[in-house]
């Protein structure tokens, strides 16, 4: 009987450990993810003819919704659904859509600057041309979003993924992308100056003509991309190991690389730049043997003449 008091003590304070943790837990789970009855009912509504929004957006449901052009500063849209609206040109500045579902919603040319949308769902939008300065994408999933051109210079990417993204000629100088997943991402000729990417993934990405330049890759995966042509000037902690193509530039120190030996047709061309012929076989006598044979022989004609002219007597004149 004394051994099972303490054993039923034990397990009265477990269970009342489990109930104070599960409110907790509860609240982190609904923190995001809005109630059924918390839904303010706007699907496919048109507010570009002058319909005024609601005072709030929150978890309002936005699917197929039309605001293109709407001004939506400062808007709080935490939890809103809008899933394949139009949201082209749209002014996003400084709006909190965290947990925010844009799943196909298309964003042409839409002002995204300080947007904080922590946790969003862009997969498949359309982001082509948005100026996303200063915007907040930490652990959010741009999966096969278009973001062509886009503008994301001083972005928060932390852990965000964008596995297939396109983001060909995009701008991230001084982006934060750290463990964020750029996996067979299209960064064709992307700008990433100063970008932060310590442990990002960048496998099997196009990378072509993209600027890393003074970028931190400490722990970057880079197997499989294709780094032809890009430049890593000044890149820090750069790891090429299983990487494709070869850079532009690359920094003094470079792990997994070793330069590859020119070609027969490299080295001819360096040749020809420094005024050198390489040899060849079945070459016959080059032309530089035939100019040093000539010059030789009539140093040796000159040697002669000069040598006959001094043995020559002299006409003393009276």
Known sequence: MRRLIPLALLAALVALSSAVALPTASANAQAGPCR????????????????????????????????????LTQKDMTGAILRK?????????????KYADFRQANLTEADLGQLHADYADLRGAILVDVGATQAQFPRANLSGAR??????????????KLVGADLIDARLGQANARKADFSKAKLHEAEMGSLQAPNAVFRDADLREAVFSSAELDGADLHGANVQDADFTFADDLDLTGAVGKPKTLPDVVKGWST???TAAEERVVSLEIG??????????????VLVVVGSLGLAVTLTLWASAARRPRIHRA
Do not use: Y
């Open 260 to 262: 590859p030996s020119p």
């Open 85 to 97: 609206a139009s949201l082209k040109q749209a002014n996003f500045t400084q709006v909190t859509a």
């Open 36 to 71: 059924p009855a918390d839904r303010v009912n706007l699907r496919k509504v048109d507010f570009t003819k002058g319909r005024a929004l609601p005072r709030s957006l929150r978890c309002a449901d936005l699917t197929g919704a039309k605001l293109d052009s709407v001004d």
């Open 276 to 289: 050198t012929q390489p040899p060849a076989a079945g070459r016959g006598i080059s032309v530089g043997l």
């Open 147 to 160: 973001l062509t051109r886009a503008v994301l210079g001083q972005s928060n990417l932390t852990l965000a």
